[in-house]
């Protein structure tokens, strides 16, 4: 006969029976029970990372390895479903993938962090913003035949440091702080233009102490087709003078005197660095600064050439034309030498714009 059981170890089996009861209803509802022994060995499973299809990071300035064009089974970086290749930016492009999609996240402009095409071929290229690949004779990288990237862009540095020096194409517009000429040359080439004298400027003229012409002109005509023979080398002030001079004093004697214009003017000398009278020790001439001109003949259009010299007893027409131009000439230069002033000047009228004290001109 068994022992009586105690209210309190029967109160102990009936709360055992409850609690296994629950444990057998929960285990119908989740499906089958693991025995209480497994339950503590149980790990939470790792979370799996998934890729997203999104466009690739742009590239790094850093430089390419040649690994990264190697077999993919070499490579030592991870390729998986757990951890793929999202951080590798030169990767294979297989058919059907939108290029210009691809390329979206590239800066606009030129190529300056590439994306790899053609990986694990025999043809890696660059590809463009466009989507072509870029070719050796563009401006970017390009694939040398050691495998490595090589610059081909043009140093940006340089180009803007060319962009900022002046470029005086046209020394008549541009302010002088440019290059460009003064003021008082650009009104004197405007006097120029409207006697219709033909001439163009020359590079500055500096051929030592007291030799110097700062904004040269050549001069080839005047004012109704008169030719200068040779071509004269003057400072703009004397060829403004004596364009003047040659319009509105010898043309008019020289159609009174002969019914005929001047066909042309023949010089001596106009830019020569010298002293006066090319004597040693004396001071230099005003030819030393393209400031002067002689003139030795004068053709007209009729053929008759007038030589400036001392004329004959019966040279009635030739004497009143070289006294006229001897007086006219005055009112246009400060100094006129001619035959008759001294044995320097036997052969030729010498028009110059020296400054003198007092505005003082010598005409002899």
Known sequence: MLPPVSR????????????????????????????????????????????????????????????????????????SPDAPMQNVLAYPVSAGVDMNEMTSALPEGRLEQPVVTGIGTDNPQLAGTSGNPVDGGSDGMVIGADGQFQDNRIDDAQVQV??????????????????????????????????GVTYRDLPAVNSGKGCSIPYPVEVTELSGGIKIKPAAKLNCQITDAFAQWVKNELAPAARLRYLSGVSSI?????????????????????????????????????GQAISVRKPGFFSFREKSLLKTIRSDSCKYFTT???????????????FDLRTRKAGYRHCD
């Open 8 to 79: 309190f170890r029967r109160r102990r089996l009936s709360m055992a029976g409850l609690a296994l009861t629950t444990a057998l209803v929960a285990g119908g509802c989740s499906g089958d029970m693991a025995p209480p022994g497994d339950l503590l060995a149980i790990e939470p499973a790792a979370p799996m990372i998934r890729s997203e299809p999104s466009a690739p990071a742009i590239m790094s300035s850093a430089p390419i390895a040649p690994a990264m064009f190697a077999d993919a089974s070499d490579s030592s970086v991870p390729n």
């Open 266 to 302: 023949n010089q001596l000398s106009s830019y020569s660095c010298r002293t006066m009278n090319s004597k040693r020790g004396a001071p230099m001439s005003e030819h030393a600064t393209g400031n002067a001109i002689d003139v030795g003949k004068i053709t007209l259009d009729n």
């Open 336 to 350: 006129v030498l001619g035959p008759g002033s001294d044995v320097h000047h036997k052969d030729h009228f010498h």
């Open 162 to 195: 060319a962009g900022l020096m002046p470029r005086v194409g046209n020394p008549m517009s541009a302010p002088q702080w440019a290059g460009g000429m003064p003021a008082a040359e650009k009104a004197c080439r405007n006097r120029l233009k409207r006697l």
